[in-house]
């Protein structure tokens, strides 16, 4: 037990009233002490299962298990103790972007918290299982509503609906600029090759095959792009902590992830020297020292 808050400080935790089915179904798992049984009734002493998040707050470096704490009740006072029986995982019930905040199930026979009531259901056939469930509940009570008969995903995808539209549209606008910097090199090292045209004809005159010449222009292509890609990671070194907010179990900081985009740019980027490298090699000796 821990000392009561001051009037007005006292912590709010979200009660969740469940059957003892619930973690089975959500597959939460239970780290440690029992789940909900037919025995806690509503004449039986009070219990809860809490989160991690909850035993880290409230008894940190103590097992949560067996501790006991209070929850103001109306009509009574002072509010009865309510004994910690499980603990279980973590999860994000308002969504990926918010914190995982302390939380407490209690058992659905002892009613301290009723306010409505949701099923969660787990089936093969969602569609199937909705329309039998509204007629159950008409059967039972044509005047009860019955609201948001939807399937898990559908909650999941709507919950990343923004944060997917905001990576599709970072990945759209990574594509275009991948496309504009490809564009940017074939542009410069044509400009390039016609500018060294006098150059790499003396080469092949002097004995310089269209291997070498190719390989010449390639490492020129190789050297931007090794140049824009540590460039780029240096920029994004920096700007991907603003970032962070739109990952969910990602570090903003992965070197997987910064070797492998580094790589495909620098590969991409020697690519696209490939067209003017074939195009200096085809350059005649003997035209372009007439030229010059």
Same mark, same amino acid.
């Not at 004994?83 to 972007?97: K, N, P």
């Not at 500018?195 to 020129?220: F, N, P, T, W, Y």
């Not at 179990?249 to 980027?269: E, R």
């Given at each position: 037990?821990?000392?009561?808050? %001051? ?72 509010? %009865?103790?309510?004994?910690? #029986? ?50 159950? #509940? ?11 008969? #939807? %399937?898990? $995903? ?20 990574? !594509? ?22 006098? $150059? ?10 269209? $291997? ?42 992965? %070197? ?7 790589? !495909? ?23 372009? !020292?007439?030229? $010059?």
């Amino acid at each position: 037990n821990k000392p009561a808050s %001051p009037m007005g400080m006292a912590p709010f935790i979200p009660g969740i009233e469940i059957s003892p089915d619930y973690f089975h179904t959500m597959k939460m798992a239970l780290i440690s002490g029992r789940s909900f049984n037919d025995s806690d009734t509503r004449t039986a002493p009070l219990v809860a299962i809490v989160n991690e998040t909850f035993a880290r707050r409230f008894f940190p470096g103590e097992d949560a298990l067996g501790k006991r704490f209070r929850i103001p009740a109306p009509f009574r006072s002072p509010p %009865p103790w309510t004994t910690i #029986v499980g603990i279980v995982a973590d999860v994000r019930h308002l969504g990926l972007a918010q914190n995982v905040s302390p939380e407490a199930y209690f058992p659905l026979p002892q009613g301290r918290i009723y306010d409505g009531v949701s099923f969660v259901i787990r089936t093969s056939e969602p569609e199937s299982t909705s329309a039998a469930l509204r007629r159950i #509940v008409a059967k039972l009570d044509p005047s009860q509503p019955v609201s948001d008969v #939807v %399937p898990m $995903e559908q909650y999941l995808s709507t919950s990343l609906a923004a944060r997917k539209f905001n990576m599709i549209a970072l990945g759209a606008f990574a !594509l275009l600029a991948l496309v504009l910097a490809s564009v940017g090199i074939f542009g410069v090292l044509s400009y390039s090759v016609a500018q060294r045209s006098h $150059e790499i004809g003396v080469r092949m005159a002097l004995g310089s095959d269209r $291997e070498r010449v190719i390989k010449l222009v390639l490492r020129e292509a190789a050297w931007l792009s090794v140049t824009g890609a540590a460039c780029g990671v240096a920029g994004a070194l920096v700007l991907t902590r603003y970032m962070s907010s739109l990952l969910y179990h990602t570090s903003a900081f992965d %070197p997987l992830t910064m070797i492998s985009v580094s790589a !495909l740019l620098i590969f991409i980027g020697v690519l696209a020297g490939y067209v003017p490298a074939q195009r200096a090699s085809r350059v005649d000796p003997m035209i372009a !020292l007439r030229t $010059e």
